[in-house]
């Protein structure tokens, strides 16, 4: 959706810090997040990813930009919405197939399901947790300004 591209210039934007669970996990098992999921177990995968959300500073100014996995983790959201605003960057699950590399992403929940029905279950998911939906197929520049004004 972009939401790693708008998340680095909103932090610098705002002088926060950006961080991206996904790159963190990358970082501490030396790996891309597919065989991470295959070494972990998607469950596990999903307990690491709320455990580096709810280690999260409250009292620090962060932009997150969360795996889209990351709604599964209810504790996690509620932990984000105490302290935080988030933000829904909505794109067609057609542009999002496009956008994505789905071999090397780790898609949780792909090996069930197929993307179509993945993009269904998750899209109310993040409409409940977003204060704002937005039209991720703006331009990025665009993105960030509606974000800043609130």
């Known amino acids: 959706s972009g939401k790693s591209f708008v998340g680095k210039q909103l932090a610098f934007e705002l002088g926060a810090v950006f961080i991206d669970p996904?790159?963190?996990?990358?970082?501490?098992h030396g790996?891309?997040?597919?065989?991470?999921v295959a070494k972990?177990?998607?469950k596990a995968?999903?307990?690491a990813e709320g455990q580096i959300l709810l280690a999260l500073d409250k009292q620090q100014?962060?932009?997150?930009?969360?795996?889209?996995?990351?709604v599964y983790h209810e504790k996690a959201m509620?932990?984000?919405?105490?302290?935080?605003?988030?933000?829904?960057?909505?794109?067609?699950?057609?542009?999002l197939e496009q956008r994505i590399e789905i071999a090397s992403r780790g898609i949780i929940g792909l090996e069930e399901?197929?993307?179509?029905?993945l993009y269904q279950e998750r899209a109310p998911l993040y409409q409940q947790w977003a204060k704002k939906v937005l039209d991720g197929q703006q331009e990025r520049a665009v993105l960030?300004?509606?974000i800043l004004k609130g």
């Open 22 to 28: 996904d790159c963190i996990l990358e970082e501490r």
């Open 31 to 36: 790996t891309t997040l597919a065989n991470i």
């Open 40 to 42: 972990l177990g998607e």
């Open 45 to 47: 995968f999903l307990e």
């Open 61 to 70: 100014q962060y932009v997150i930009a969360p795996g889209g996995s990351a």
């Open 78 to 95: 509620q932990y984000l919405a105490s302290f935080s605003d988030i933000y829904y960057l909505e794109v067609s699950q057609a542009v």
């Open 113 to 117: 399901k197929t993307f179509k029905m």
């Open 144 to 146: 960030v300004t509606e």
